[in-house]
């Protein structure tokens, strides 16, 4: 079965260092997503991405974060200079693109990237 | 401020029992509800998916959507100690939109 992998699995780095968080989503989705879940807390959107551009971003995507699909395959989040509260885990997730209601709203998500800020 | 609510738990029910887990939404933009479980350290793995009121049933889980009450709930039937994780429900505004979570409810299945 299909799924979203991402690399690293854990990625430590020194505060004000950058980072680059890498997935692969499911090879005939078109929405792309990046979600973070600090420890103990909900899970938070980041970003949503589609035919090359930014789709909706929250207010924690300022302009210190960055993505981009540099190819057919992979699809990249960046932080510029990392920060402590940066610490979480990273998750992509990817959908189909939607015809209206049904199984194509549904986001399927990698494993993540454990990312420590020292 | 759009949110999902859920009871964090932790609810423990026995082997082979119903586990019961709700969750409340504050958007009534809100067209579609996902429920996914976590385990410790890892990411979300979609379980159910619900989209008209009325109850969706999946194998051992049901899935209840109720759109006036703002209301969705989990029940998984016959639960095995494999069962115990966390439950998160998430729901957004459709068309590929992004998804707002929960906190989760945490299950523990005991032998």
């Known amino acids: 079965e299909p799924e979203v992998t991402q690399t690293p699995s854990h990625q430590v780095t020194q505060m004000g260092q950058e980072v680059i968080l890498r997935c692969v989503p499911i090879s005939n989705h078109l929405y792309f997503y990046w979600y973070r879940q600090i420890l103990g807390q909900k899970v938070e959107f980041l970003v949503s991405f589609y035919n090359n551009e930014i789709s909706e971003k929250s207010e924690i995507f300022d302009d210190q974060f960055s993505v981009e699909r540099p190819d057919g395959s992979n699809f990249t989040l960046k932080i510029r200079s990392t920060k402590l509260e940066d610490s979480a885990m990273y998750f992509c997730?990817?959908?189909?693109?939607?015809?209206?209601?049904?199984?194509?709203?549904?986001?399927?998500f990698g494993p993540g990237t454990r990312l420590t800020v020292l | 401020q759009k949110e999902v609510e859920q009871n964090s738990g932790p609810l423990s029910v026995p082997e082979g029992a119903i586990a019961s887990l709700n969750c409340t939404y504050s958007d009534r933009g809100s067209q579609s509800f996902f429920w996914y479980r976590q385990y410790s350290g890892k990411s979300p793995e979609l379980i159910m998916s619900?989209?008209s009121n009325g109850d969706k049933e999946d194998g051992r889980f049901t899935a209840q959507l109720n759109k006036a009450s703002q209301y969705v709930s989990l029940l998984i039937r016959d639960s095995q100690p494999s069962d115990s994780a966390t439950y998160l429900c998430?729901?957004?505004?459709?068309?590929?939109?992004?998804?707002?979570w929960g906190l989760g409810t945490s299950l523990a299945v005991n032998p």
């Open positions: 619900i989209y």
């Open positions: 997730a990817s959908t189909q693109l939607t015809t209206g209601t049904g199984k194509d709203n549904e986001q399927f």
């Open positions: 998430a729901g957004h505004a459709g068309n590929n939109r992004k998804l707002i």
